[in-house]
Nanobody
Framework: QVQLVESGGGLVQAGGSLRLSCAASGRTFDTYIMGWFRQAPGKEREFVAAITRSSGNTYVADSVKGRFAISRDNAKNTMYLQMNSLKPEDTAVYYC?????????????????WGQGTQVTVSS
C-alpha cells in the first residue's frame, strides 16, 4: 500500500494558476501509473489526468486539456499537477491515486490508494 498526501490547493482568482503536489511514501512509487481526479460538491469524482511510470505518456481530460499538465519526479516520489487559466468550474477537491492493473485510466475503479484530497477554489 502507498500513502499519498496532496498539497498545493487554495483560493485563486479565475485565470490564475496553482501547482498541486502528491507525495508518496514507500519505495515503489515508480512502479505505479498515477492519476489525478477531482470531485466538486454534489458531483461524482471525475478523471483529470494520468501519467505512466516513466513519464513517457500523459493523458489529460478534455475539460482541462491545454490548461493542466501532469508530471512526476520519481526520485522525489512526487507527482504534480500544474493548473493554468483556472476557471470557476475547476473548483473541487483534487485527489491523487495509484493505478492498478485492469480498468481504464479514467475509471475510479481502476485506482487503489487515494490521498485525502486538497481543496481548489476558483473565484470569478
Amino acid at each position: 500500500q502507498v500513502q499519498l498526501v496532496e498539497s498545493g490547493g487554495g483560493l485563486v482568482q479565475a485565470g490564475g494558476s496553482l501547482r498541486l503536489s502528491c507525495a508518496a511514501s514507500g519505495r515503489t512509487f515508480d512502479t505505479y501509473i498515477m492519476g489525478w481526479f477531482r470531485q466538486a460538491p454534489g458531483k461524482e469524482r471525475e478523471f483529470v489526468a494520468a501519467i505512466t511510470r516513466s513519464s513517457g505518456n500523459t493523458y489529460v481530460a478534455d475539460s482541462v486539456k491545454g490548461r493542466f499538465a501532469i508530471s512526476r519526479d520519481n526520485a522525489k516520489n512526487t507527482m504534480y499537477l500544474q493548473m493554468n487559466s483556472l476557471k470557476p468550474e475547476d473548483t473541487a477537491v483534487y485527489y491523487c491515486a495509484t493505478k492498478r492493473p485492469g480498468y481504464g485510466l479514467a475509471s475510479t475503479a481502476g485506482y487503489d490508494d487515494w490521498g485525502q484530497g486538497t481543496q481548489v477554489t476558483v473565484s470569478s
